[in-house]
């Protein structure tokens, strides 16, 4: 079992900036890569980021692309996401996610990935 606890959210202007942070415990981080998604109201979960085991892989989805940054720390055992430039359009629960495939896999990955975190609200007042 992994345990993913996200951080970070809150409410921030348009332009503004935020940085998530998910920190796991349970299983050997490094072995996992890891993700973001996000979910807004009405809407079905997306996926936002994802980080190679090493970190030298990264993915992101065209929306966020140019503005959000997916980082880990595996000695910290912590994956993170700076968002710069939000927009309201990006207001979501934001969920990390750790899974044992690759991190291209979770850009499109048919099933869920194998763990969650609970969620982080992010809020874009326009």
């Known amino acids: 079992q992994v345990q993913l606890v996200e951080s970070g959210g809150g409410l921030v202007q348009a332009g503004g900036s935020l940085r998530l942070s998910c920190a796991a415990s349970?299983?050997?981080?490094?072995?996992?890569?890891m993700g973001w998604f996000r979910q807004a109201p009405g809407k079905e979960r997306e996926f936002v980021s994802a980080?190679?085991?090493?970190?030298?892989?990264?993915y992101y989805a065209d929306s966020v692309k140019g503005r959000f940054t997916i980082s880990r720390d595996n000695a910290k055992n912590t994956v993170y996401l700076q968002m710069n430039s939000l927009k309201p359009e990006d207001t979501a629960v934001y969920y990390c996610?750790?899974?044992?495939?690759?991190?291209?896999?979770?850009?499109?990955?048919?099933?869920?990935?194998?763990?969650w975190g609970q969620g982080t609200q992010v809020t874009v007042s326009s």
């Open positions: 980080i190679s085991r090493s970190g030298l892989q990264t």
């Open positions: 996610a750790a899974d044992s495939s690759t991190a291209q896999a979770m850009r499109t990955m048919p099933r869920p990935p194998d763990y």
């Open positions: 349970g299983r050997t981080f490094s072995n996992y890569v």
